[in-house]
C-alpha cells in the first residue's frame, strides 16, 4: 500500500490497514474521498448517521449510529455508548472524523484505549461560532472545554482553513495533537467535469424550471438563517427592482433542518423571482444554466464544497468575507468577497456581474485555475496520506512517482 509522498507499506501484505472514517448526515459526499483512500490499499469503513444506500451502491463498508445534530444532552451521551461500542467492533488502525459533534465524540469515546490513533478534520466552526443567539454564546465556553478534553486523545488535527486553525491556538484547544492544514475536502474534478458534459441541453433543463431566458443567480446551500438566506433574499429584491429579468434559484435544504431553517413562507414573500427547489443531484447541470453565483453565509465554514463546484464551472462567485470562503475567492480577482449580513452590498456585487459580463468570465476562469490547483481530490488524498504515514509511524521505503510534487512544501505543520 502507498501512503503519500514516496511511502510505501504492506505492499504484499493479506491484511490491510484499517481506517474507519466517521461523520455526520452528509458523510455520503466523502464517498470520492474515501473510494479514494481505498485505492490507497486502506480497508476502509464509513460510519455515520445518514442513509447507507449511496455508502453500499459505492461498494464501502458502512456502519450506522445515531446522534442529534442539535443541542440533546441525552442522545450525545447514547451516542458516546455506541461508539465505544462500534470502536471496539471494529477496532480500526485509524480513525478519522469529521464534522463537530464527531469531532468530539471520538476522542471521548476512543479514551482508555490503547493504540487508536484519533485524525480529526475541523470543516468548520459550525452554529455554536455562527450564531449570535444567547444559547450559541453559552455554549461557546463549554464547547472549548470539550475540544481541549478531547485533544488528550486526538493524535492529529487537520484544519481545512488557516482562521479556524489560528483560533484553536489561540484558545489552547490542540493540546499536544498534531496540526495540519490541508485546505477543503477534495473535490472529484473529473467526475465533475464528466457529470457537466453529461447534463442535457441548458435550454431544456431552463424550461423544466420554468426560467426561460430570464438570468439566473444560483445558491447552492442549507437554506437556513445562517447560511444567509434571509440577507438573499433582501438582495434579491434589491436586485429585482433594478434588474427584473433575473431569477434567483436556491438549491438545498429546507425542511430538515428545524428551528434554524427560513419559512416557505419567507421565500414566498419573494415570489415569483425567488424559486425554492429543494435538494438536488444535478447541481453540475444547474450550474451550467447560472449566470451567476452568489454565498451569503454567516456560517463558519471549512471550505464550502459549494464554492468549489461553482469554481470548477467558471462561475462569477459572490461571497461573504468568512474563513474559508476568503479560501477559496480573492475579492476582486476570482470573484466578490462582501461583508455578511449587508443586502445591499451583496446586490450592487451580483448587479455588477451581471452587467461586466467580461469581467464576470475573467474571475470566473480565475476561480476555476485556483480550484483546480489547489482542491483537486487527488492532492486532497496525498496530503492526507502524508499525514497518516506520520501518525501510524510508517518508514519510508520505494519512492512513488508524482506524490512529493503534489504535496506543496507550504503546507506546514503546526503545533508539533
Not at 435544504?253 to 427560513?262: N, T
Not at 455588477?352 to 468570465?361: D, F, G, M, S
Request: with cysteine.
Amino acid at each position: 500500500m502507498s501512503l503519500g509522498s514516496g511511502i510505501r507499506v504492506m505492499v504484499d501484505s493479506p491484511c490491510r490497514l484499517h481506517m474507519l472514517c466517521i461523520g455526520g448526515e452528509d458523510h455520503h459526499l466523502r464517498i470520492p474521498f474515501l473510494r479514494a483512500l481505498a485505492a490507497e490499499g486502506f480497508r476502509v469503513t464509513a460510519a455515520a448517521s445518514g442513509n447507507p444506500a449511496p455508502f453500499l451502491h459505492a461498494d464501502i463498508a458502512y456502519r450506522h449510529f445515531e446522534f442529534g445534530r442539535f443541542i440533546g444532552p441525552l442522545s450525545d451521551r447514547n451516542a458516546l455508548r455506541e461508539l465505544r461500542v462500534l470502536l471496539a467492533q471494529e477496532n480500526p488502525d485509524l480513525v478519522q472524523t469529521f464534522d463537530t459533534k464527531p469531532n468530539l465524540l471520538v476522542p471521548l469515546a476512543v479514551r482508555g484505549m490503547t493504540g487508536v490513533p484519533v485524525v480529526r478534520t475541523i470543516n468548520g466552526l459550525g452554529w455554536v461560532y455562527s450564531s449570535r443567539s444567547p444559547t450559541a454564546l453559552g455554549l461557546r465556553p463549554v464547547q472549548r472545554v470539550l475540544h481541549r478534553l478531547a485533544a488528550r486523545t486526538t493524535t492529529a488535527t487537520v484544519f481545512q482553513n488557516r482562521d479556524d486553525m489560528d483560533f484553536f491556538r489561540r484558545h489552547g484547544m490542540l493540546g499536544r495533537s498534531l496540526a495540519r492544514l490541508i485546505p477543503g475536502s477534495g473535490i472529484d474534478i473529473g467526475r465533475f467535469a464528466a457529470a457537466a458534459a453529461s447534463a442535457g441541453p441548458a435550454t431544456t433543463l431552463r424550461m423544466t424550471l420554468g426560467l426561460g431566458t430570464d438570468e439566473v443567480v444560483l445558491t447552492v446551500t442549507r437554506l437556513t438563517r445562517q447560511k444567509g438566506i434571509p440577507t438573499l433574499l433582501k438582495a434579491a429584491a434589491l436586485v429585482h427592482s433594478v434588474r427584473p429579468g433575473v431569477r434567483f434559484l436556491l438549491v438545498g435544504p429546507r425542511e430538515s433542518e428545524g428551528p434554524l431553517a427560513v419559512s416557505q413562507a419567507e421565500i414566498d414573500r419573494h415570489a415569483p423571482y425567488v424559486m425554492a427547489i429543494g435538494q438536488r443531484s444535478d447541481v453540475p447541470a444547474l450550474l451550467g444554466i447560472a449566470d451567476a453565483f452568489a454565498f451569503p453565509t454567516e456560517y463558519r465554514e471549512g471550505v464550502p464544497r459549494a464554492l468549489l463546484e461553482a469554481g470548477l464551472a467558471a462561475l462569477p462567485i459572490v461571497a461573504t468575507r468568512m474563513p474559508g470562503c476568503n479560501d477559496v475567492i480573492r475579492d476582486g480577482w476570482s470573484g466578490y468577497l462582501v461583508p455578511p449580513r449587508r443586502p445591499r452590498v451583496l446586490a450592487a456585487r451580483i448587479l455588477a456581474l451581471l452587467a461586466c459580463r467580461e469581467a464576470a468570465r475573467t474571475m470566473g476562469q480565475r476561480a476555476k485555475e485556483r480550484v483546480m490547483e489547489e482542491f483537486g481530490l487527488d492532492l486532497t488524498v496525498a496530503r492526507y496520506c502524508d499525514l497518516y504515514a506520520q501518525v501510524l509511524g510508517v518508514r519510508a521505503r520505494e519512492p512513488r512517482a508524482g506524490w512529493r510534487s503534489q504535496a506543496p512544501a507550504r503546507e506546514a505543520e503546526f503545533g508539533t
